[in-house]
Each structure stands twice: as structure tokens, then as C-alpha cells.
């Protein structure tokens, strides 16, 4: 069995520092807790394993906590790993919930703390899915007194489904701004792919300059360039695929873009950018992709060959520079 686990991130509250005043002692609230579960993704009758967290705390000595589930769409098998010193787990999987009870025995937890590792097995159909919820009936402070925790609960949501993943392909890395020599730098998706069979409904692309399209196959003509004073910034292109199921993923991939003639990157057009026109001259591209990265620097007007067009355009912004 295979185990798939989201890498999202989940939500944290931003982090403060305990500040102590001498003069008057007053105390700003410490960071809240939260109770985290990550999305979970599985294929129709897998097993998925996905960490419950208490993040944030501070002096923990008592968790009581349930997890509650659609049991038509996932069970749970287990309940394992705790941090705590005592671990005790009712699982019931015909009303579907856990009640998840851990006892630290010290002078209590502190930080993240891992409650337990949830084992889901996918019961329900591909495509189905179900929230995962975390309610707290208890949270304590260790010690004497038990002052309670204030917590706020993260729920997640438990898929029969496995993500999409997205592979964008820039048929040239290197490009000039093309609105007046014109360079279309143009992208392919279409080798992104569902590793359980769904379609993809929606490649969504964002050029990292202000502007977007949609389509397995998109072209976009850059009419900007970042340089910050000694180089130039890239720009950050983004594909995001969606399944029919509608999860989503998402890959960045670099784009570079110099001001036109500038075919080394060195923010000035001058003798070094003809010489490397003509270093490469009749250069191909195989299969509309330039492989070697100075034959996409030498292609101009990203038109796959490098000749006399390319030339001109050197020629054309002589002596321009990108500051
Ligand atoms: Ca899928
Ligand atoms: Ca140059
Ligand atoms: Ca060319």
C-alpha cells in the first residue's frame, strides 16, 4: 500500500514573541495553538497516513480531542506515535470518530506536538471525499491547577483522488522584450498528467509579469524586463493544472527576459552580443525547444534558427542599455 500525504502547508497564525515588562509587568498573549491536520490523498481502497498536531503550545499536560469523518468515504485503521507519555485511542468507525486522549507525565509538552499519526483506508469511491475535523474536549496545562489551552481546530479534508501534476516546458528560456523585434516565448503543458487517470480540465498560466491565459499551450510576448542595477531578475512562470476532480497543483519554472539585442545578458547591446549571433549561426532547435542555452541567447526573435534576423536586431539597439 502506498501512502500519499499533502505537503500543503497549513495555515499558521503569525508567531509573537512573549514580551515580559519590567516596569509594569504586563504580558502580551503568547501564539495562539492550533490543532492541525494535513489534506490527505488516496486512491480508492488505499491506506494514507496524516499527523494530527497541537502546534504552538506551551506547558501541555492533557489532550482530549476527537476526529470525526464521513465513515462512508475513509476509516481508520490506527491511531499511533503519540508524543504524549500515555496514548489512548476509541476509534469507531461506524459514526466516524476517534477520541484521541494523551497524558504527559513530566513538566509538560512544549512547541509542536505530534498527538498522533492517523492511518486512513480510502472505503468510498474515487472522486469522493470527506472533512476531516478536529474538536477539542480538553487541553490542559500540566500541573495542579489544569488551566485550560485556548486553541483554535484546522480541519482538513481526506480525498479519494490523487492531485494532478503540473509540467511546464518554455520552448525558449531566454527571451527579449519582443513588442517591437517581435519574440514570442511560448509554453507547453501538455506533459503535465493525472497519475490516476483524470482529466485535466484547466492548465491556468501566469507569465510572472502582471499578465495570463489559459490552454495546454500558450504563447505571451514580454514587453518588460527586471534588471535590479547589475543583473537581470528572472521571471517567475507558473502553471497550475486542475483535475476533473478538481484538486489542483502547481510548478514555477524561471523566465528570462533582456532588453532586446542584449543576447548575453549583460544589459548592454554591443560587439559581445553580435559575436555570440555569430558564434551560433544556422542553429537549430529540435522539436521547437532550444536545448543548448547559447543558441536560445543567440535566437532573438525565437523563431528557432539563428541568422540574419537575429543580426538585425542586434544592429537595431545598438549601444542600448538596460539601466
Ligand atoms: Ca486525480
Ligand atoms: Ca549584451
Ligand atoms: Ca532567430
Sequence with gaps: MKAYIS??????????????????????????TTISIDN??????????????????????????????????VHVLSATSSDFDFFHAVIDNSTGVVRMGGIDYGDGLNGDIKLAEITLKAVGNHGEATTLGAKIN???????????????????????????????????????????????????????YDPDGDAITNYSWDFGDGYSDEGRMTEHIYSTYNY??????????????????????????????FIAGDANGDGVVDIFDGVMVGLEWGEKCVDSTWTAAQ???????????????????VGANWEEVAW
Excluded: W
Design 7 to 32: 505537503v500543503k502547508k497549513k495555515k499558521r497564525m503569525i508567531v509573537c514573541m512573549l514580551f515580559f515588562s519590567l516596569a509594569s509587568m504586563t504580558t502580551v498573549p503568547a501564539s495562539a
Design 40 to 73: 490527505v490523498f488516496m486512491k480508492p481502497g488505499e491506506d494514507a497516513v496524516t499527523p494530527i498536531m497541537i502546534n504552538n503550545v506551551s506547558n501541555l499536560g492533557v489532550a482530549d480531542i476527537n476526529l470525526t469523518f464521513d465513515p462512508s468515504v
Design 138 to 192: 480538553e487541553l490542559k496545562e500540566a500541573g495542579a491547577i489544569e488551566t485550560s489551552i485556548p486553541a483554535t481546530e484546522d480541519n482538513a479534508t481526506a480525498f479519494i483522488n490523487i492531485p494532478p501534476v503540473a509540467i511546464a516546458i518554455p520552448m525558449h528560456s531566454y527571451n527579449i522584450v519582443g513588442n517591437i523585434y517581435v519574440c514570442k516565448a511560448v509554453f507547453n503543458g501538455s506533459n503535465s
Design 228 to 257: 535590479n542595477g547589475t543583473g537581470y531578475e528572472p521571471f517567475n512562470l507558473s502553471l497550475t493544472v486542475t483535475d476533473s476532480g478538481g484538486l489542483t497543483n502547481t510548478t514555477i519554472t524561471q523566465i528570462n527576459v
Design 295 to 313: 543558441s536560445d541567447k543567440a535566437d532573438l526573435n525565437n523563431d528557432c534558427v539563428i541568422d540574419i534576423f537575429d543580426g538585425v536586431i
